[in-house]
């Protein structure tokens, strides 16, 4: 099985099914690990399974010290799992957001004043 994990709850989460649904016909299993020290505690109890694969939507926020120290931790369990656990190369949810060049467009709020779009 193909499996997405994120910190996110709420919006996050709803954006990741989203995401699975639309572009991924349902193929991952989307759970929510509650925070980025949930993600590394089911990583440290995970029992993998040769056909599994997890991708891993980790909130990484450079200016923050103990996000930078779980990140380091989360990039050697990857290092370790032969490919299996995969880290998505994002910041944050919130950036995929902002750096969704339709982003207007698919809100439909029409108000490019508001927003920077940049190509």
């Known amino acids: 099985m193909k499996y997405l994990w994120s910190e996110?709850?709420?919006?996050?989460?709803?954006?990741?099914?989203?995401?699975?649904?639309?572009?991924?016909?349902?193929?991952?299993?989307?759970?929510?690990?509650?925070?980025?020290?949930?993600?590394?505690d089911a990583l440290s109890d995970l029992k993998?399974?040769?056909?599994?694969v997890y991708y891993i939507a980790f909130d990484y926020v450079v200016d923050n010290q103990d996000?930078?120290?779980?990140y380091r931790l989360l990039k050697s369990i990857a290092?370790?799992?032969?490919?299996?656990i995969i880290v998505l190369d994002m910041i944050c949810f919130e950036y995929l957001i902002l750096a969704f060049d339709k982003l207007v467009v698919w809100t439909g709020t029409g108000k490019t004043d508001k927003i920077r779009i940049c190509s």
């Open 8 to 40: 996110d709850t709420g919006a996050g989460l709803h954006f990741w099914k989203l995401v699975n649904q639309l572009f991924f016909d349902d193929e991952l299993v989307i759970e929510s690990k509650g925070s980025n020290q949930g993600i590394l």
């Open 48 to 52: 993998l399974n040769e056909d599994d």
């Open 67 to 70: 996000i930078r120290n779980k």
């Open 79 to 84: 290092a370790k799992s032969e490919g299996r």
